[in-house]
């Protein structure tokens, strides 16, 4: 746009926007406030800036302190392709009540804020005038005194920081782009200032506090690594490792639907040592909940495979603040979290030789088939080498509702399944299992095995289904709705260890969990687009005695919740 200047005086000192202000103050007494809704403020006195126009061209201004703003790109970013028809001077008209409303009224020969300086407007304020210059010097102070191991100064520099923020920057101009860009610019950079704090915070041992806070970010940005991290150590210090690898199962959906990526190496890092039970603090985790009333929380979980709507977190003390499940064994190799001695079971304190305490008993466990056959056999192994003395009885069940059954009627003693959406008692994490697509061996896929193939690829097939009384059924029926279609069905079998047999027999691909593969297998096997997860866990309706103790440790050590050999082709951010 081509834009003639014209000059119009704008020396008088009188008009709307004047308020009584102390004669002695200067320009420096004047103080704008961006972070929020935009107002100014002299000494003790608001101002009075005019109308929401006058309040956007005073933002433009705002956003570019000591510097010349051309006219012609003002009034282009006030109106852009619909302007005034005579546009220079309804500019200069915002100018003079803008002046008025500013300019300390010491007299008329004050140096004003706000002047003419060609080609355009110059806002002569220093940076400490604006809070959101404030903010950012702040933010790069803490930011230094962090990464100086100075976690304390840190903590209130930041502190002092997000205090500023009061609401989100230019709100009520989103509609003007420069300062849509400026408020993005903004909320980046208060992002960095919430994660940085919360490092320094943890750092200071100061972990409910960065989990209460960190919660409501984590819903509104599930996908920003740093912060998700955060949060899961944070969660993790205090206890409440299931609700933290919930946040990581919502973030790794949202990362897969979103932009076909996995989790990046550092959150997967921070993953691996909330399920290895380590505090940033190298603080043990107690195996048991303090006595007292248990309560059950409502946690809202979203867009993950596994976990939907709300899950009830149980198992807390009353007056805790947190869900916190009972934390057991971790699932790490042969790595377990340090544990204080007052923690330590029966089954962890030494033989006479030294070794592990030899246990007698009969340990009734209810499961489901698919973990029996994919997940258990290394573990009982094991177990049956170094506890011979245990005798384990195994019950095969079709579902979770069936395995919740056996315990509450006293037929099992202990359950390993998925992790249970609503439990009142002791829960124990065991890790994440990764579902396959297996396809015949004549499918016509022409994809490489191994690579992630999406359910709208598959429209046209007939699958192996399983019967839906099984739990693992909805696996497959969700998975395929979500990609808009309802699977054909070649056959159905209630048995989970059938699925992959019939496949291979040419029937029709099938969804199971990668441990069911059986050894050697010859079908084709692929990564479903998106991933498709589950989270294990042993359970019971109390307590577990030392035998059930010693199972659980033994199933987290020489369990394979995820095969040898599978690997993910989508390359890690």
């Not at 809202?300 to 003390?317: A, K, L």
């Not at 699932?331 to 033989?351: E, K, Y």
């Not at 690829?457 to 696996?475: E, H, I, M, Q």
Request: with cysteine; charged share 20%; hydrophobic share 40%.
């Amino acid at each position: 746009m081509s834009v003639r200047e014209t000059t119009i005086p704008l020396d008088s000192c009188e008009g709307v926007g004047t308020v009584n202000r102390p004669a002695a103050a200067g320009p420096s007494a004047l103080r704008l406030r961006v972070l929020g809704q935009i107002s100014a403020r002299y000494g003790a006195s608001d101002l009075v800036l005019g109308p929401r126009r006058h309040r956007a061209l005073l933002a433009l201004l705002t956003i570019r302190p000591g510097r010349v703003v051309p006219t012609g790109l003002l009034i282009e970013e006030l109106w852009g392709a619909a302007p005034p028809r005579r546009p220079v001077a309804t500019l200069q008209t915002y100018v003079s009540h803008l002046r008025r409303a500013l300019d300390p009224v010491t007299g008329c020969k004050s140096p004003s804020v706000l002047n003419y300086r060609a080609p355009g407007y110059i806002l002569q304020l220093s940076p400490e005038q604006v809070d959101a210059h404030r903010f950012e010097t702040l933010v790069r102070s803490g930011r230094r005194l962090l990464d100086g191991q100075d976690a304390s100064g840190a903590r209130d520099a930041l502190t002092e920081a997000l205090s500023l923020w009061d609401g989100c920057p230019y709100q009520e101009f989103e509609e003007l782009p420069v300062l849509a860009d400026e408020y993005a610019r903004l909320e980046q950079v208060r992002l960095t200032a919430v994660e940085s704090l919360a490092q320094a915070r943890l750092t200071l041992g100061e972990a409910a506090a960065v989990a209460t806070e960190l919660a409501p970010e984590a819903r509104r940005y599930p996908m920003r690594e740093h912060l998700i991290g955060h949060l899961m150590t944070a969660l993790s210090d205090i206890g409440c490792q299931a609700e933290a690898l919930r946040v990581y199962e919502r973030t790794r959906a949202c990362l897969a639907e979103e932009f076909g990526v996995d989790a990046g190496a550092e959150l997967k890092r921070v993953h691996a040592a909330v399920l290895r039970q380590e505090s940033r603090r190298r603080t043990a985790v107690p195996a048991v909940a303090a006595p007292g009333p248990v309560v059950s929380v409502r946690v809202p979980v979203r867009g993950s495979e596994v976990f939907r709507g709300e899950v009830d977190v149980v198992g807390v003390p009353a007056g805790s603040g947190c869900p916190c499940p009972v934390p057991g064994p971790s699932l790490s190799g042969a790595q377990h979290g340090a544990v204080r001695p007052d923690d330590v079971s029966p089954a962890d304190r030494p033989g006479d030789d030294g070794g592990p305490r030899r246990l007698t008993g009969v340990l009734r466990v209810a499961t489901l088939q698919s973990i029996s056959i994919g997940v258990m056999p290394p573990a009982l192994r094991i177990l049956n080498r170094e506890q011979p003395g245990i005798r384990l009885v195994l019950t095969e069940y079709i579902n979770a509702g069936e395995l919740h059954a056996a315990l509450e009627s006293g037929e099992a003693d202990l359950a390993v399944g998925p992790l249970p959406d609503m439990w009142h008692h002791p829960v124990h994490l065991l890790g994440t299992e990764e579902f396959v697509i297996v396809l015949p061996p004549d499918d016509p896929c022409t994809l490489p095995v191994g690579t992630r193939v999406p359910f709208s690829a598959l429209r046209d097939r007939k699958w192996v289904r399983l019967a839906p009384r099984n739990g693992l059924a909805r696996f497959l029926d969700e998975a395929c709705a979500a990609a808009g279609f309802r699977p054909s069905t070649a056959i159905y079998t209630e048995q989970s260890a059938a699925a992959p047999l019939l496949t291979l027999s040419g029937l029709g691909p099938s969804l199971i969990p990668a441990n069911m593969l059986p050894p050697h297998f010859a079908g084709r096997v692929f990564l479903p687009e998106p991933p498709i997860r589950r989270t294990l866990a042993a359970y019971s309706c109390g307590r577990p005695d030392a035998v059930a103790t010693a199972f659980i440790e033994t199933l987290v050590a020489g369990a394979h919740i995820m095969p040898p050999g599978l690997v993910d082709p989508v390359p890690r951010r």
